[in-house]
């Protein structure tokens, strides 16, 4: 086992020691990839939709690791490429019903796309929209979408957060629900200061009837807030 397996074999146990909760009323499970994710358990929330991930390593110097999503019934030999779905290191991911979403951050803004596991290519299916988290002010607001969400919960960097003290960090909860937008200062975090290329907040499941948020993150460990 290299280094980079051993760290992100710990940080996967972090995730796994908030995530044993009850799956209802919580909302689904997320993975980053590669550092807070186990296969077995992202393929269990696959199986149903009947696609499965594998891991794919670098074949040279200029590419990085990669997840690779499938169709299960995949005849090999058959002539035809199957369709497939491809996320580079750095994707968070998350399965909710028949829907997969994928997101990346950015340093202005979140970018999400949802997927419709229930169709042959899933890829044709794809939704996606930008978050402007630069132009974004904490609070409730109205969100037109051609998405569907359900408390989509996910954190990120907003570089003009407005805070007390300069080295305070300037992470924020972003919630998405159904045509709402909520932006929260991550303050218990903030307010700790910190390196946010080291120490940073990466998978959050949402107690909806409780509006508590557990999350876990890089070199943070787990933690539970309320929103």
């Known amino acids: 086992m ?14 796994s020691s908030i995530f044993k909760l009850p799956r209802l009323p919580m909302t689904p499970i997320q993975y980053h ?12 929330d696959l199986a ?39 996320f580079d290191f750095g994707t968070f991911l998350m399965v909710h019903n028949h829907l997969l979403f994928a997101w ?22 794809m939704l996606e929209e930008f978050i402007d988290i630069m132009a974004t002010e904490p609070g409730r607001h109205a969100h037109t979408t051609r ?3 359900h408390h989509f919960v996910t954190f990120i960097r907003k570089p003009n957060l407005i805070v007390k003290e300069d080295y305070y960090e300037r992470y924020v909860i972003i919630l998405l629900h159904e ?31 409780s509006n508590k948020l557990h999350g876990v993150g890089m070199r943070m460990g787990s933690f539970t807030v309320q929103v």
């Open 48 to 86: 149903p939709y009947h696609w499965v991930a594998h891991h794919v390593l670098p074949q040279s110097k200029n590419e990085s690791e990669s997840i690779l999503l499938e169709p299960m019934d995949t005849e090999v030999g058959n002539g035809k490429q199957s369709p497939s779905l491809h």
């Open 33 to 44: 990839f590669p550092y807070f994710i186990e296969l077995s358990n992202f393929n269990s």
């Open 179 to 209: 045509e709402f937008l909520t932006l929260i200062p991550f303050d218990t975090f903030n307010e700790t200061g910190g390196d946010p290329l080291y120490v940073w907040p990466a998978l959050a499941t949402l107690d909806v009837e």
């Open 147 to 149: 998405m569907t969400y």
């Open 104 to 125: 990346r951050r950015y340093e202005d803004g979140l970018l999400i796309r949802q997927y419709d596991l229930r169709e042959v290519n899933p890829e044709l299916s």
């Open 2 to 15: 290299n280094e980079f397996q051993f760290y992100s074999n710990i940080c996967w146990r972090q995730a």
